[in-house]
């Protein structure tokens, strides 16, 4: 059985975003479904949940649960927030 690691990680629209309010909430309001579909390709026994921030409409929560080890993982989010026009960034 393979090690499962959770993952903790802010989700938002930069300010100078190409993204109008329709597309944004479109992609935020999918994420997780978007999220558990590309993680599922490699890792489906993966779990993503995602929750509103303090900061706003513009950024999101995120916890995951995966066997994918840190490449694997950074790949799949880096491809994710270039296609989407979102940054990613870890908590620490």
């Known amino acids: 059985m393979a090690l499962k690691t959770n993952f903790s990680f802010e989700v938002q629209y930069t300010a100078g975003s190409s993204r109008n309010k329709a597309q944004r909430d479109k992609v935020m309001g999918s994420?997780?479904?978007?999220?558990?579909?590309?993680?599922a390709a490699q890792d489906p026994e993966?779990?993503?949940?995602?929750?509103?921030?303090?900061?706003?409409?513009?950024?999101?929560?995120?916890?995951?649960?995966?066997?994918l080890?840190?490449?694997?993982?950074?790949?799949i989010l880096k491809d994710f927030s270039e296609q989407?026009?979102?940054?990613?960034?870890?908590?620490e």
């Not at 994420?31 to 993680?39: D, K, M, V, W």
């Not at 993966?46 to 066997?67: C, F, H, I, P, W």
């Open 84 to 91: 989407h026009g979102v940054s990613v960034a870890a908590f």
């Open 46 to 67: 993966a779990e993503v949940m995602v929750s509103d921030s303090q900061r706003g409409d513009g950024n999101k929560l995120v916890e995951l649960t995966t066997t």
């Open 69 to 75: 080890q840190d490449a694997q993982l950074a790949g």
């Open 31 to 39: 994420l997780q479904a978007t999220l558990q579909q590309l993680l």
